[in-house]
């Protein structure tokens, strides 16, 4: 089994500090033209091989190794698209034994992604998980603990740091001014962010299970529910159980380099609150604004455009009291852009497989454990208010509300036994 000893930590300096990178022995086949080995390639696990595994992760072998499903049509498929000699295995817990894989990638439904990075790092792999990077607060705090505690590189696919990559320039330089108001709606998030599509049926009429599935490990972690095939494979995401609905789906990608830009990747906003009918407890539903407060009087709205009225059409993206910034670029006023000119440029953003070979995963294309797991409780926090239908204090350094425990039960809900998350 890999194992990656940490050598040493620091962090980049100055207004447009990330977090810190892990600097790490390396295993020699990895090494740039490295002769000890056959091959450079850096080995990767497909756990979960649906429409995003098998879209965006399973590739040939030997890039691909493994591929793992509770699905045994969908493992099937996988098997065939990867070719050669890939494996493939119903339970993950058998991908993790295999010392010739580098990378774990985990396109499972939300609900497990926390719990198999958790378990792959332990195992000395680096982990490439779909967005979101969690499910939960407490599954948050444990995915930064257990990166940090065995060095892993560790990213989130999301989209955007490249485009929140000028406007973090932009914030730093601070010619907007302070305090800093962001709005995220569909005029600048062009996917939106299918609430509608992912909403959640209630009342669902328990359906046999089909022969194929294995439904009691794919709920894993989540409640016990009858099956119902709009819980799984897909709409799964219109269930609080394994996903917080659109929102769940494309929020990060959308959240992500706004919090980039505006500099918040070490902390979290003090509040949250929402306008929103009442939900569902078992099904997501819609809902039309978000409102997060940072300590420094940065606020972020966010709104659906598929409830209720448009109150943020037509705002820019970024906007302080000396000026806006909008998504394509373009500052107003027009002076601006001159003035900006007269502060360096950031470095450039590294890749996946940069952060793989140099262990230096703070300044990629995608958010690190720190980076995604803040995102992702940008989306929790924004569900929970959703649900409760009320205003949150929040403590972004315990990554608790405050004084809730309602809203600290859904922040950190238990899980089905014998699964759990490390204590943190």
């Excluded at 198999?116 to 607060?137: L, M, W, Y």
């Excluded at 939106?192 to 009342?203: D, L």
């Excluded at 502060?343 to 262990?359: G, I, K, M, N, Y």
Aim: aromatic fraction near 8%; hydrophobic fraction near 35%; charged fraction near 20%.
């Amino acid at each position: 089994m890999s194992s990656f000893p940490t050598l040493s930590r620091r962090q980049f300096l100055g207004r447009a500090t990330l977090a810190g990178a892990a600097f790490q022995i390396l295993p020699s086949r990895l090494v740039f033209g490295g002769a000890a080995a056959p091959s450079n390639i850096i080995t990767r696990a497909v756990i979960g091989t649906g429409g995003q595994g098998m879209g965006g992760h399973v590739t040939a072998y030997p890039q691909t190794l493994a591929v793992c499903d509770v699905d045994k049509g969908r493992l099937a498929e996988a098997v065939k698209k990867a070719g050669g000699q890939v494996k493939g295995y119903s339970d993950w817990r058998e991908v993790l034994e295999r010392d010739d894989i580098d990378t774990i990638h985990i396109p499972t439904p939300p609900h497990w992604h926390a719990l198999i990075a958790v378990a792959a790092a332990q195992a000395g792999k680096d982990v490439f998980s779909e967005k979101p990077a969690t499910h939960t607060i407490a599954e948050s705090r444990a995915v930064v603990r257990t990166i940090e505690r065995y060095g892993t590189v560790y990213q989130v696919n999301t989209w955007g740091r490249q485009i929140g990559h000028f406007a973090r320039k932009v914030v730093a330089s601070g010619i907007l001014g302070t305090p800093l108001k962001a709005y995220l709606n569909p005029s600048n998030c062009p996917s939106g962010f299918k609430i509608r599509m992912w909403s959640g049926k209630p009342n669902l009429e328990v359906q046999p299970i089909p022969a194929e599935l294995d439904y009691n490990l794919w709920l894993g972690p989540a409640p016990a529910k009858p099956y119902h095939p709009h819980r799984v494979h897909g709409s799964f995401r219109g269930y609080w159980d394994y996903d917080e609905g659109g929102f769940g789906d494309m929020g990060q990608h959308h959240i992500d380099p706004i919090q980039y830009a505006l500099g918040k990747d070490d902390t979290l906003p003090v509040s949250v609150e929402s306008v929103a009918p009442p939900q569902h407890p078992d099904a997501c539903g819609l809902w039309q604004t978000v409102l997060l407060t940072y300590a420094d009087g940065t606020a972020l709205t966010i709104e659906s455009w598929e409830w209720g009225e448009k109150t943020t059409e037509g705002r820019a993206w970024i906007e302080g009291p000396n000026g806006k910034l909008y998504r394509n670029g373009t500052l107003e006023p027009a002076h601006l852009a001159e003035e900006l000119k007269r502060f360096p440029d950031l470095p450039e953003l590294q890749s996946w497989e940069h952060a793989v070979r140099t262990r230096q995963d703070a300044h990629g294309f995608k958010p690190n454990a720190q980076q995604a797991t803040r995102s992702a409780d940008l989306l929790h926090l924004s569900a929970i208010s959703i649900r409760l239908g009320r205003k949150l204090q929040f403590d972004p350094v315990a990554r608790e509300f405050v004084n809730d425990v309602q809203a600290n039960r859904l922040a950190s809900p238990p899980l089905r036994s014998p699964w759990a998350l490390p204590q943190v």
